[in-house]
């Protein structure tokens, strides 16, 4: 039980209610008691709210416990009331009862009062753990349903960015930059960018796309990624870094970290819609952290959605306009980096999110990273391509055909089987979507394994990692 217990007394006998207080004293309840006498008192008290237990006398001048009863029961269901009365008989008890009381004492018998206050106290802790426990396992429910959808959408949505990302490629690469249309194209490939890394943030907040840990330089990481942040704001926003952590490294997944300082920004760009500035700072307050603190000029946070501002699908943004889950997707990934993060924030005085990472032994040597595109290998051997989706498998064979493969195609493994069975022409290697109706390509290539030995497959597939592995 709780110390100090917060208890409500309705008593208009200020002896009783000393009284009342004693017996708890002595019978070991430290509480903390509000005694109230008029109606108008009670009801205030109620709607405050913070109180472990009401006692309501049974009769008072123009009010009564079973008015307080049916008021508490309204606005504080979840509060035990026990009736503490002198002039209560056992007609009034039942029906006190029946209207939601837990308990009553009389107060010629005040000494069954410490063992009813400490039973009507665990047995609202005990409703409050249950609670809690359903509460907690309906939201794993949701998440894994969610997880579950994720992986599909990303699968679905994979395909479509695929026929996007490789037409606006192609388009491109035959285009002259003073074309009039060229800015239009970049403009749609930048869209399909963002909607993939909008598919990226599903996957790692419901854990479907797997970590791949390296060694990265804190500095480099944040410096590498600034062009991108810059075009996610607006002229009127402006990003000031100050990287001064040096070689100093952390353990992480690269892609993930950007995608978490990503989030920040974004989230700091939303705070100031008139402009303003976000300052990315780099440090290493201590021999063991790294720190990450990215600040705004913005409207800032009141504390009670300071409190929530992690919880997954919480949003202060008009509906359609945000998913609630860049900061929850923040937090997920700086956890899983070992690191921890806290916000600081005063209404009118913006924000500031401070990401601290443990330091990883050693530094790194930087590392150039080459920005050149190499020419595309040809080749002349002939490539089965097995895809379900017509579109996306038109545009792989596409795509290989004008590197100079023969390309045969096939909608599901069984059909690319049965076209090995009758092909004459040698095929050097099988590129198969993995997820398929039918056969799919696990299946497929143990077939293949019996009649083509050495007949090499490569996989590929709009679902993650984790599931293909």
Known sequence: MKTPVTILHLEDDPGDAALVASILRSGGIEALIDVVDTRSAFGEKVAQGGHDLVMADYQLPQFDGLEALAMTRRLRPDVPLIMVSGVMGEEAAIDSMRSGATDYVLKT?????????????QEAQERAEKRLLQEQFLQAQKMELFGRLAGGVAHDFNNILTIVMSNCGLMLAGMAP???HHHLVEEVEQAGLRGAALTRQLLIFARHEARKPEILAIDEVVRTAAPLLRRLVPESVHIALNLSAGPVCIEADR???EQAIMNLVVNARDA?????????????PNAGAVKVVVRDTGHGLTPEVRARIFEPFFSTKPAGTGTGLGLATVQRIVGESG??????STPGQGASFTVSF??????????????THPTLPRGNETVLVVEDDPAVRERAAGMLERQGYEVLTAGDGREA???????????????????????NAGAMARRLRETHPGMRVLFTSGYTEQTIA
């Not at 100031?272 to 290493?284: F, K, Q």
């Not at 690191?339 to 600081?344: K, L």
């Open 417 to 439: 089987i049965d076209l090995l069975a009758r092909q004459s022409r040698g095929v050097s290697l099988v590129f198969t979507d993995v997820i398929m109706p039918e056969m």
């Open 178 to 180: 003073s074309d009039p």
């Open 272 to 284: 100031m819609p008139r402009g303003g500035t976000i300052h990315i700072e780099t440090a290493v």
């Open 358 to 371: 443990p330091r990883h032994s050693g530094d790194l040597t930087p590392q150039h990273i080459n920005t």
């Open 339 to 344: 690191g921890e993060i806290s916000v600081e």
């Open 255 to 257: 892609r993930h970290l």
């Open 109 to 121: 018998r005040l000494s069954r009062l410490v063992p009813a206050v400490r039973r009507a106290l």
